[in-house]
Structures are given as structure tokens and as C-alpha cells.
């Protein structure tokens, strides 16, 4: 890992240039910045198959993302979308490490310029890039704690045009329903428009995927929504 200012700083611009190189159709594959962040990776990897539990792994991954910052920063700035499996394997540890806004900053990247998942990860981009984050989110509601609506919508947003099964884009809109129903009550009616945007993301849900889970939050969404709508309300 660079430990210097200096040592960062040169890393990611040997990752831009690197980036910058190679066109769009072509892999990092043989440039000395990559393959030594890419067998970085390999060890890395294997201190994860060490771990059992689902938490410590992801603590781990907090801990080993620093490694791979300033490479990933130089490819962002500089990179043409070449096939970069460093970046997307970034890209999924920061969505398991809870670090969602730096794995869609990756995202945006991978989805623009088409990059593929590394051969083990049977689903597309952009499947899992929406399928995690709102698997993450609803894990989270579920425990009772609240989950970035922005981080949410920016998914949706960058996934949209993106083919998946039904029950996965049905996930994310449930958690943005959720998440917009997270802080308003029969005395909160939220900010203008909060609630009718519940009420359409849980629509959406439950129209793609009819066992969802949302069906609660939508009877609740109506009803606050008809409350709030009413005069006096």
C-alpha cells in the first residue's frame, strides 16, 4: 500500500496514463500498474476465503480498499473503459463494505463504458449494481436504521436503461419507497411531493414483483398520503 503523499500521488497518475493508453475495446492486461494492483488483488482474495463470517469479510474489505484508492482514482480520471477487473472487483468489495457512494462513482464508470464482471459473477452490471444496493438498503430498513435516499436514487438512476430480472429492479424501487416513508408519520408529512413518490415507487415495486414485500408500505403510503392531501390534513 503507498504510504506517502508522494507514493499516492504516483500511483494514481501511473493509473491514468496507464488507463489513458488503452482503448476501449483492449484490456489493462500487461500494463505494470495493473498487474501489480491485480496480484494485490489475487492475495487479498485469498485472506477473504479465510473468513467465514459475512460481517468479517466485509470488515476486512473496509480495511484492504485503501490499497487499491489511488489506482482506482488515476483509472476514473483517465481511463477509456478498457476491461479492468481490478476496478470492478473494487467496485463490488466498496458495495459490501457499506461504502456505496465510491462504488457508484466505479459504477458510473463501468456501466458507461460497458465493462464486463469478472467470469465468476453470473449477474450483468447493472443487475448487481442495483440488486447490492438495494439488498444493502433493505437490510438496513429492515434493522430499524435509515438508508441515503440520494444514494438510492443516483442507483436507479445510473441502472435505468439496464436489463434485469423484474425482481431485482422491483428491490430498489421498494427500497426507495421505504426510504422516502422513513421520516414521515401522521404529524410529518415530509417535504412537497415526498409522499407521492413513495406512493409510485412502491406501485412500481409491487407491479413488477407482486411479493415484494411492499404491500404494508404501500396501504400506509396511501393513507398518509390521502391524510396529508386533505384540507387541514
Not at 10 to 35: H, I, K, Q, S
Not at 133 to 143: N, W
Not at 199 to 216: N, P, Q, S, T, Y
Request: hydrophobic letters at 45%; charged letters at 25%.
Amino acid at each position: 500500500m503507498a504510504s506517502s503523499p508522494a507514493k499516492r500521488h504516483f500511483l494514481a497518475a501511473a493509473a491514468a496514463l496507464a488507463a489513458a493508453a488503452v482503448g476501449p475495446a483492449d484490456t489493462m492486461a500487461g500494463r505494470t500498474v495493473y498487474e501489480q494492483q491485480l496480484a494485490q488483488l489475487l492475495q487479498d482474495r485469498l485472506r477473504l476465503k479465510q473468513v467465514q463470517s459475512t460481517q468479517a469479510k466485509a470488515e476486512l474489505k473496509r480495511q484492504l480498499l485503501g490499497a487499491y484508492a489511488d489506482y482506482v482514482g488515476g483509472v476514473l480520471e483517465g481511463g477509456n473503459g478498457a476491461q479492468d477487473e481490478v476496478l470492478v472487483t473494487v467496485m463490488i468489495w466498496r458495495i459490501d463494505a457499506g461504502e456505496f457512494a465510491g462504488a457508484l462513482d466505479i459504477a458510473a464508470y463501468v456501466l458507461r463504458h460497458g465493462l464486463l464482471m469478472p467470469d465468476r459473477f453470473e449477474r450483468t452490471p447493472g443487475c448487481l449494481i442495483a440488486e447490492e444496493v438495494a439488498e444493502g438498503a433493505l437490510a438496513a430498513q429492515k434493522a430499524g436504521q435509515t438508508f441515503d435516499l440520494d444514494i438510492l436514487i443516483r442507483t436507479a438512476v445510473l441502472t435505468d436503461e439496464h436489463d434485469m430480472p423484474d425482481e431485482a429492479r422491483a428491490k430498489l424501487y421498494l427500497a426507495i419507497g421505504r426510504a422516502e416513508l422513513a421520516d414521515v408519520d401522521e404529524d410529518r408529512p415530509g417535504r412537497p411531493g415526498q409522499l407521492v413518490s413513495a406512493v409510485e415507487m412502491l406501485r412500481k415495486a409491487i407491479g413488477l414483483h407482486d411479493r415484494c414485500g411492499g404491500k404494508k408500505d404501500l396501504e400506509r403510503a396511501e393513507r398518509l398520503a390521502k391524510k396529508h392531501a386533505a384540507p387541514g390534513g
